[in-house]
Nanobody
Framework: QVQLVEFGGRLVQTGGSLRLACLLSGGTFNIHAMGWFRQAPGGERDFVTGIDRYGRNTYYADSVKGRFTISRDNAKNTAYLQMNNLKPEDTAVYYC????????????????WGQGTQVTVSS
């Protein structure tokens, strides 16, 4: 069974940077597309970014374009989310997800989810 574990969430100041990592186990990493979602208090879980199984196509929510970068290291079974110029509105629980069909676009149904990691941006 595929399992996802996120790492790296913490408190950071406005304008700061943070890198999240997501480790996939129990499955073949390089057939899965990977995505990051986030859920702010009282809000819905929203798509942030996704990357296809090959790392060729990436997708971003408008709110993070130019600030966040998704990447993957197939040798390490790990996906990353580099977040720069963080804003208080980026505060949320960030979830890693895997798409077994390898697409990673915002509209696909992701199959596996991590437990989430808290990112808090102080003003």
């Amino acid at each position: 069974q595929v399992q996802l574990v996120e790492f790296g969430g913490r408190l950071v100041q406005t304008g700061g940077s943070l890198r999240l990592a997501c480790l996939l186990s129990g499955g073949t990493f390089n057939i899965h597309a990977m995505g990051w979602f986030r859920q702010a208090p009282g809000g819905e879980r929203d798509f942030v970014t996704g990357i296809d199984r090959y790392g060729r196509n990436t997708y971003y929510a408008d709110s993070v374009k130019g600030r966040f970068t998704i990447s993957r290291d197939n040798a390490k079974n790990t996906a990353y989310l580099q977040m720069n110029n963080l804003k208080p509105e980026d505060t949320a629980v960030y979830y890693c997800a895997a798409d077994k069909y390898g697409l990673g676009s915002p509209t696909v149904l992701y199959d596996y989810w991590g437990q989430g990691t808290q990112v808090t941006v102080s003003s």
